[in-house]
């Protein structure tokens, strides 16, 4: 039996390595896109992805929404799944109704992310895009994101809810996924 632990133990330690040598060699920022076409005006859009105290109501295993003080006379808000995890985002900029850039608002954590919003009034709904931009420092996580979570992943969930919280079915299209080896925020 204690045969059996070690020969397990090294296994993990020997998948853990290898995953931690691939991520190393990955690159560590990706661009993805997601866009919908959904039946209600951009303004009204606008108003549900700006009141961030709401989406507890309409967002998935989000507890609770924690407003806090502007940064630089921008929202800055807490999104809680739970005690354990808490996760600070801010507005970067904002042009209403068209355009809104969000990121994650802490430094010790081993990702960096910015979230791109751009509505376009068409056939009298909203055509919404999202471009994510992520940066993951860990190799591990760079691995596991890489391989095993779709980077459309988070935008898909966003837009769903959004799309049943009007009342309609999401039919999500994925634009674009593009890996780079800096680190900066610049969509191609």
């Known amino acids: 039996m204690l045969q059996l632990i070690l020969a397990l133990v090294l296994i993990l330690a020997g998948?853990?390595?290898?995953?931690?040598?691939?991520?190393?060699?990955?690159p560590k920022t990706h661009?993805?896109?997601?866009?919908?076409?959904?039946?209600?005006?951009?303004?009204?859009?606008?108003?549900?992805?700006?009141?961030?105290?709401?989406?507890?109501?309409?967002?998935m295993g989000l507890e609770r929404v924690e407003i806090v003080?502007?940064?630089?006379?921008?929202?800055?808000?807490?999104?809680?799944?739970?005690?354990?995890?808490?996760?600070?985002?801010?507005?970067?900029?904002?042009?209403?109704?068209?355009?809104?850039?969000?990121?994650?608002?802490?430094?010790?954590?081993?990702?960096?992310?910015r979230w791109t919003y751009q509505l376009k009034e068409i056939d009298g709904g909203t055509e919404l895009t999202i471009i994510t931009n992520d940066r993951i420092f860990h190799p591990l996580l760079r691995f596991f994101l890489r391989f095993f979570v779709p980077l459309h992943a988070a935008m898909d969930v966003y837009l769903m809810e959004l799309a049943l919280k009007l009342g309609q079915s999401p039919k999500i299209e994925h634009l674009?996924?593009?890996y780079q080896q800096d680190s900066s925020y610049s969509v191609g």
């Open 15 to 26: 998948l853990v390595g290898l995953g931690l040598m691939i991520g190393k060699r990955l």
């Open 31 to 59: 661009v993805a896109a997601s866009r919908i076409r959904l039946k209600a005006k951009p303004e009204e859009v606008w108003k549900i992805l700006l009141n961030f105290e709401n989406y507890p109501s309409w967002r």
């Open 69 to 113: 003080q502007d940064q630089e006379g921008l929202p800055t808000w807490i999104e809680v799944c739970s005690e354990a995890s808490k996760i600070p985002f801010r507005v970067v900029e904002a042009v209403s109704p068209k355009y809104l850039v969000t990121e994650l608002a802490k430094d010790d954590i081993p990702l960096s992310g």
């Open 176 to 178: 674009q996924v593009k």
